[in-house]
């Protein structure tokens, strides 16, 4: 049997690792069997005359250039056989750490992003929220009428926006415009011996001049938008009472603004930034009268703060609402970025004594249901009917 | 039997001995399953109630941002490492590394080793 010299170890390593012996190791000499391979041999040594088993599980065989993981040790005739199997990883551990691989998995680089889905959920749910109150968004608070009232008129007004003037009042003021209007007549200046007082009440409603009239949640104290005057014209008349007269687009226009701390996964910690993406994380916005929305966990993924603008047109009472999110580190948000924007109507629609209509709406709507059944009259008679399915080919 | 059979025997079971013992060592080594979600797949966004129009009520219900989370049992990156997805040398790593159809060439290594190292970067491996 060939003679080999064999370093020998006590090693505690896993099977799959790089791991080489920190230590120098016992070295010894060995004989070979006769036929072995470089993945697996067995190696005779002379341990002396004491059946003690041997601690050694691990070998270096210089000559072989390899390490070995010794499986097993059995007895022979007074000699200690070693059982080994190469250890790959061991052996080749420089030109493993000099290759270039895609790495799926790794304990010291990991990508925080992507969804982990070794682990399952344990069934355990956090619920945090975080709010913001109403009158600290819009700035009015409802229960204490200091909310702003802008009411569209018709009457003599180098300030109006189209046929309408806009005027902003405080709910006071509204209340005195209202009593100036109605308490008496006199304003309407007729002699109550050409019209009684009573007939005139009844023949003069002041109310059809007001065409719109809505409420919002914007303090009013703080509004300074628009010139400020001191009387309303309506009609043919005129009523003290202090208002501003929003006299263009741009002056009704108001934006407010606030800001979330986004809610974070309590296991997020660590590796576990992809909690916050769905479907470990889900979120809502309510934010009424927009609606309700589960917002989508990559949109919220990057960011430290939800913002919240609301831009809203005072005449109109039409508001958008855009969402974005920033981090701590960035100045400001980037509303063109917004990942949602949603329309709809913040102002309520205050009653006024006149019943109004949209006119023109009814009159459009009517004249096109009669250009429409003009046409399948038209068609019925027809000769030559076209398919049916042909009738809604035009150009939309 | 010949002298060349015999040899031929006695060689072909010392190569299967040695490949049984080292399929023995990548066999014990369990499987980690590369177990990632690409987030395109997260939920996306929806509209569960749409508002009408402004009314006093809305005015007076506060905005609230509210987030349900799920929790998921322990982590074991010692062990299974965590999702990287990223082309590298090995020795930029430590730890636990898995790879994806590792390609491992050697002027060394018999291809029978080629294949288990292979193997193991293919399970999980600890270059450390």
Not at chain 1, 71 to 79: A, E, I, K, N, Q
Request: net charge negative; hydrophobic share 40%; aromatic share 12%.
């Amino acid at each position: 049997m060939p003679s080999i010299s064999v370093t020998l170890w006590s090693f505690d390593k896993k099977k799959n690792s790089t791991k080489l012996p920190a230590s120098a190791g016992t070295e010894f000499t060995g004989e070979m069997k006769q036929s072995f391979t470089l993945t697996g041999l067995e190696i005779r040594f002379n341990l002396g005359s004491q059946l003690v088993a041997p601690t050694y599980n691990y070998a270096q065989i210089p000559s072989l250039r390899r390490y070995y993981f010794i499986t097993d040790w059995y007895y022979d005739r007074g000699f200690w056989i070693a059982v080994m199997a190469v250890d790959v990883l061991a052996s080749f551990k420089l030109e493993i750490g000099n290759s270039s691989q895609y790495v799926l998995r790794s304990y010291s680089r990991y990508t925080p992003g992507i969804i982990d889905t070794s682990y399952p959920t344990t069934g355990e749910v956090t619920r945090t929220s975080s709010q913001i109150a109403a009158g600290t968004f819009w700035g009015a608070d409802v229960t204490q009428d200091t909310g702003l009232i802008v009411m569209g008129v018709i009457g003599n007004s180098s300030s109006s926006v189209g046929a309408v003037t806009y005027y902003a009042l405080t709910m006071p003021a509204f209340r005195t415009f209202l009593n100036a209007m109605l308490s008496s007549i006199s304003w309407a200046n007729i002699s109550i011996t050409e019209i009684s007082a009573e007939l005139q009440k009844a023949l003069i409603n002041p109310t059809q001049y007001i065409v719109s009239c809505r409420w919002f949640p914007i303090l009013a104290s703080a509004f300074n938008q628009g010139a400020a005057v001191s009387a309303i014209n309506l009609g043919w008349w005129s009523f003290t009472a202090p208002a501003r007269v929003l006299n263009t687009v741009g002056s009704a226009w108001v934006s407010r603004q606030n800001e979330f701390s986004i809610p974070v996964h309590p296991q997020r910690v660590g590796r576990g930034d992809y909690l916050r993406l769905s479907p470990y994380s889900s979120y809502m916005l309510k934010f009424l009268p927009f609606g309700v929305f589960e917002i989508d966990s990559t949109e919220l993924f990057e960011g430290d703060t939800l913002g919240i603008l609301v831009d809203t047109n005072l005449m109109t009472g039409d508001s958008v609402l855009h969402l974005a999110t920033k981090k701590f580190t960035d100045v400001q948000y980037n509303w063109d970025n917004s990942f949602l924007v949603v329309e709809s109507q913040i102002g309520v629609p205050l009653p006024v004594g006149q019943v109004s209509a949209d006119v023109a709406n009814y009159q459009n709507a009517l004249a096109a249901g009669v250009v429409a059944g003009a046409g399948d009259i038209a068609r019925s008679f027809s000769k030559e009917k076209e398919p049916a399915t042909k009738h809604h080919s035009g150009k939309f | 039997m010949a002298l060349g059979d015999f040899l031929d025997d006695i060689g072909s079971a010392a190569v299967d001995f040695g490949r049984n013992l080292l399929g023995g060592i990548i066999d014990g080594i369990s499987d980690v399953a590369p177990s990632a979600l690409p987030t395109a797949t997260a939920a996306l966004a929806q509209l569960s109630y749409r508002g009408t129009t402004g009314n006093f009520q809305s005015a007076m219900e506060p905005i609230i941002l509210s987030g349900k989370f799920q929790h998921i049992s322990d982590m074991n990156p010692e062990t299974q490492g965590s999702p990287c997805y990223m082309r590298d040398y090995i020795h930029t790593f430590s730890g636990f590394v898995m790879c994806d159809n590792p390609i491992f060439q050697s002027s060394i290594a018999t291809s029978v080793e080629e294949g288990a190292v292979e193997a193991m970067m293919a399970k999980g491996f600890f270059y450390e």
